[in-house]
Nanobody
C-alpha cells in the first residue's frame, strides 16, 4: 500500500526554522510530483510548495518564496521542506501530497492521489 508519512513539525519562535520530511513507502517519490499543503484553523487547505516529477523543478506560493525550500533525496525516498524565517501566519497543519499522474508543478487539491497524515507547525513567541 502506498503511503506518505509526514514528520518534523513543532513549536518555534518567529524567525526560527524547521525542516519537515515526507517519507514514501510502497512507491517511489521520484516518479511522482510531490507537493506540500497547509491548513490553518478555520481556513482552506492551500498549496505551499511543489517539486515536479519530470525535471525536479520547484514552485512556491508567493508568501513563502525566499524562505522555504523543497528538495528530494531519492536514496531515502524522502522529500523535505526547509522552512526559515518562520512567521506566525505560517502556523498550520502541513501535509505532503503525491500526484501520481502529474509530471509538473503546481498541483491542485483535487489532483492529489495520496495524502500524508499531517504535521503541526506552530510559530509563536
Amino acid at each position: 500500500q502506498s503511503q506518505l508519512v509526514d514528520a518534523g513539525g513543532g513549536l518555534v519562535q518567529p524567525g526560527g526554522s524547521l525542516r519537515l520530511s515526507c517519507a514514501g513507502s510502497g512507491f517511489t517519490l521520484a516518479h511522482n510530483t510531490i507537493a506540500w499543503f497547509r491548513q490553518a484553523p478555520g481556513k482552506e487547505r492551500e498549496g505551499v510548495s511543489c517539486i515536479s516529477q519530470n525535471d525536479g523543478s520547484t514552485s512556491y506560493r508567493e508568501s513563502v518564496k525566499g524562505r522555504f525550500t523543497v528538495s528530494r533525496d531519492n536514496a531515502k525516498n524522502t522529500v523535505y521542506l526547509q522552512m526559515n524565517s518562520l512567521k506566525p501566519e505560517d502556523t498550520g497543519i502541513y501535509y505532503c501530497a503525491a500526484d501520481v499522474r502529474g509530471v509538473t508543478c503546481p498541483i491542485g487539491y483535487y489532483d492529489v492521489d495520496i495524502w500524508g497524515q499531517g504535521t503541526q507547525v506552530t510559530v509563536s513567541s
